[in-house]
């Protein structure tokens, strides 16, 4: 009985069928990823590239406008409430994102603690953050009314006199950085995804040199916390300078009292969609893009000097 021996495909056929199967299995994952493209394509390019047009253009969403060049951006120049509105949101980023990390690797590191019952103490801290904005604020305003919230009823029992919070101009910017950090249970579960990320022989080694709880805090613990609190620094910047959810629904669109709750975002929204001004609201939108796409840069450069990896 004769055994035909299986003759060998030539080197060009066998790279031929490579060549076809690479090319099949790339159409077949840009089709499975085409609904995202088409999204991002229709939503988001487009939408970018037009509105760069329109912030030099007189477009009012009911009049086609015409091209003015750079007169948007000259009368964002002489315009006091859009400056009014730069220093709300610039005040609120300074004070709450600071804040927030320093409550936020507090939190974590008191619910990273072995005690009984941790679990439970780690879902009340992040339930705040599974309600809605408009919840939030609707909640704040009832606990925060200078007649009959509840914060001015207990420290009026302690004899001290409460401020009129909201519907002071002193008082509205703390009161809304107050409210906002309560809802920082997402950034404290980053924070204690990456306390569990630290090697336990640091801290032996730590103990058997002697070092006390602040030495390991300061020295180990913070040290290479770093790359989490760099990256909860860049969306904390980001998120402040597009606030806008809880200061519009506080005073229902209006920045009161005296414009002191007037966020840029929620200056652009007025602009756009109140006054139908998109052009001007265009040119603002890419002022903002710029400043915040500048403070990234500036983040990402500094993080060369303090954030700390991990066997680097």
Same mark, same amino acid.
């Given at each position: 009985m004769k055994i035909e021996r299986m003759k060998a495909k030539p080197i060009h056929e066998i790279k031929t069928t490579k060549k076809k199967a690479h090319v099949s299995s790339g159409i077949t994952g840009v089709l499975f990823a085409s609904p995202w493209l088409i999204g991002l394509f229709l939503f988001y390019l487009i939408p970018l590239i037009v509105s760069i047009y329109f912030s030099f253009t007189s477009y009012s969403i009911l009049q086609p406008g015409e091209f003015i060049g750079l007169e948007n951006y000259q009368e964002l120049l002489s315009d006091d409430l859009f400056f009014k509105s730069i220093s709300n949101t610039i005040y609120f980023a300074v004070f709450y994102v600071p804040l927030s990390i320093m409550f936020g690797v507090g939190l974590a590191m008191l619910l990273n603690m072995k005690i009984k019952g941790m679990t439970i103490y780690r879902t009340l801290f992040f339930l705040p953050t599974l309600v809605p904005h408009v919840a939030i604020a609707v909640l704040w305003m009832w606990l925060l009314n200078?007649? $009959?919230?509840?914060?001015?009823?207990?420290?009026?029992?302690?004899?001290?006199?409460?401020?009129?919070?909201?519907?002071?101009?002193?008082?509205?910017k703390p009161?809304?950085?107050?409210?906002?950090?309560?809802?920082?249970?997402?950034?404290?579960?980053?924070?204690?995804?990456?306390?569990?990320?630290?090697?336990?022989?640091?801290?032996?080694? &730590?103990?058997?040199?002697g070092a006390n709880?602040?030495?390991?805090? $300061?020295?180990?613990?913070?040290?290479?916390?770093?790359?989490?609190?760099?990256?909860?620094?860049?969306?904390?910047?980001?998120?402040? $300078?597009?606030?806008?959810?809880?200061?519009?629904?506080?005073?229902?669109?209006?920045?009161?009292? &005296?414009?002191?709750?007037?966020?840029?975002?929620?200056?652009?929204?007025?602009?756009?969609?109140?006054?139908?001004?998109?052009?001007? &609201?265009? &040119?603002?939108?890419?002022?903002?893009?710029?400043?915040?796409?500048?403070?990234?840069?500036?983040? $990402?450069?500094?993080?060369?000097?303090?954030?700390?990896?991990?066997?680097?």
């Open positions: 200078p007649g $009959f919230g509840l914060i001015n009823g207990f420290l009026d029992m302690i004899g001290i006199s409460g401020p009129s919070w909201l519907g002071s101009e002193k008082w509205s009161s809304l950085i107050f409210m906002s950090l309560w809802g920082i249970g997402q950034s404290v579960v980053i924070y204690l995804a990456g306390l569990g990320d630290i090697s336990s022989d640091y801290y032996e080694a &730590a103990e058997i040199d709880w602040f030495q390991r805090t $300061f020295h180990i613990t913070i040290p290479l916390l770093t790359p989490v609190i760099f990256y909860n620094l860049v969306m904390g910047v980001i998120g402040a $300078f597009q606030q806008f959810t809880l200061p519009y629904t506080l005073t229902q669109g209006q920045g009161k009292p &005296a414009n002191s709750l007037t966020f840029y975002v929620m200056y652009l929204y007025d602009n756009g969609f109140k006054y139908f001004r998109m052009g001007y &609201a265009s &040119a603002m939108a890419w002022i903002l893009f710029v400043v915040i796409m500048i403070l990234t840069v500036l983040i $990402f450069w500094s993080s060369k000097r303090w954030v700390h990896y991990q066997g680097k």
